[in-house]
């Protein structure tokens, strides 16, 4: 059985940055996409940012939301399993419980289980 465990989420100063990681135990396969969304009090689950495995598309293998660029950066490591989001310059808005996503084909995709990512002064 699939299972994707979260790490890293907390409370931080607005500016302050944090780093969460995600691995994928069991047989999961080749991962084709991994991805972090978000979820904040009252609102949709909307996607951060995503990367995909080389070769898949023709440009860029990372993708962010606007209100990421430039302060949130996504990796992975393929031989682990994991996806990483390090978060910079926080500010109270992107303040959510974060999941992360790794898709293996178009109908099969697992979520972790959240952690709450909590910016304030």
């Known amino acids: 059985q699939v299972q994707l465990v979260e790490s890293g989420g907390g409370l931080v100063q607005p500016g302050g940055s944090l780093r969460l990681s995600c691995t994928a135990s069991g047989s999961i396969g080749s991962i084709s996409v991994m991805g972090w969304y978000r979820q904040a009090p009252g609102k949709s689950r909307e996607w951060v940012a995503l990367?995909?495995?080389?070769?898949?598309?023709?440009?860029?293998?990372?993708s962010y939301a606007e209100s990421v660029k430039g302060r949130f950066t996504i990796s992975r490591d393929n031989a682990k399993n994991t996806v990483h989001l390090q978060m910079n310059s926080l500010k109270p808005e992107d303040t959510a419980v974060y999941y992360c996503?790794?898709?293996?084909?178009?109908?099969?995709?697992?979520w972790g289980q959240g952690t709450q990512v909590t910016v304030s002064s």
């Open positions: 990367s995909t495995a080389p070769g898949i598309t023709s440009g860029s293998n990372t």
């Open positions: 996503n790794m898709r293996i084909t178009a109908t099969t995709a697992y």
